[in-house]
């Protein structure tokens, strides 16, 4: 277990912000912490959405079990945190 800053670009935010979040979370973990800077402040709430993580550009998003330290993501990489159906 070890702190991990990611940068969260999240959907219809026009601030990205450094998010600590830990080595051992899983991509549902580290999203619920991208949105409880953003959900409520400057993003509206979307009921019946999750929210799922990839890396800037990619077109694909990572398992929602996977842990961070499973990945290929980088400490003060930039994370797109996008509203998607469950």
């Known amino acids: 277990m070890a702190l991990f ?17 830990d080595s051992e979370n ?3 973990e580290v999203a619920a912490a991208a949105a409880y800077h953003s959900v409520g402040r400057r993003v509206a709430p979307q ?3 999750v929210v799922r993580v990839r890396r800037q550009g990619a077109t694909s998003f990572y398992p929602r079990t996977a842990k961070l330290s499973e990945t290929d993501i ?4 930039s994370l797109e945190f ?3 159906d469950s």
């Open 5 to 21: 800053p990611v940068i969260s670009n999240f959907q219809y935010d026009f601030v990205l912000q450094l998010v600590p979040v």
């Open 82 to 84: 996008i509203f998607c």
């Open 74 to 77: 980088k400490p003060m990489e």
């Open 47 to 49: 009921p019946g959405k």
């Open 26 to 28: 899983t991509m549902d």
